[in-house]
């Protein structure tokens, strides 16, 4: 099996679209994931996938905070700018939940201070100890053999 295979495998498996935010030294960073879910009820504990490359990881590293905003369908193009897929330079406003930047607009903020870590393979998982919840209506942007669809629509 080569990468190629792996990852087209993988693809198979139909995701919204998150775009996980923290803060550091004042200054918010954004990143698009889909590698994220609920892990338990009490207490409440989410889980996300930061690869080794990717300059969040320090930055949650060092913050101890993220928030995971679940995107809707009409933000297909926040997704794509937080993924670094647009090159022109963007002024984001961010909405602001206990000094964590969120997302406006998505359909759920979830704000979470980090509970564990483990470094697998070339990923680490971050589980979060959600604190802050807000929810809007609308429906998902979704994300399905390496492109965005609607779900709903
Ligand atoms: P950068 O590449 O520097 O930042 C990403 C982009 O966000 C840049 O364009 C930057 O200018 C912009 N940006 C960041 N902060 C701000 C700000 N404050 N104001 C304005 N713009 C800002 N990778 C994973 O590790 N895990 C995943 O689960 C995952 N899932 C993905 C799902 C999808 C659908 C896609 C398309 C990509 C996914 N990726 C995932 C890849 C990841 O989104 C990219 O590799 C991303 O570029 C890594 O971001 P970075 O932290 O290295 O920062």
């Keep these: 099996m080569d990468d190629r295979a792996f990852r087209n495998a993988m693809g198979k498996f139909a995701t919204g679209v998150t775009v996980i935010t923290t803060v550091l030294e004042d200054e918010a960073h954004g990143m698009t994931a889909n590698a994220f879910m609920s ?14 490359k990717a300059k969040m990881l320090d930055k949650i590293n060092e913050s101890g905070k993220f928030a995971v905003n679940i995107l809707s369908d009409d933000q297909k193009d926040l997704s794509m700018h937080f993924a670094g897929q647009i090159k022109e330079k963007r002024q984001i406003e961010f909405d602001w939940i206990n000094e964590l930047p969120v997302i406006k607009n998505a359909l759920t903020n979830i704000v979470c201070k980090v509970h564990s870590k483990q470094i697998v393979g070339d990923h680490t998982l971050f589980i979060g100890e959600v604190t802050d919840i807000v929810t809007c209506e ?14 709903f629509s």
């Design 138 to 151: 609308g429906a998902p942007l979704a994300f399905y053999e390496g492109k965005y669809s609607k779900v």
């Design 39 to 52: 892990v338990s009820l009490n207490p409440r504990l989410v889980l996300i996938s930061i690869g080794e």
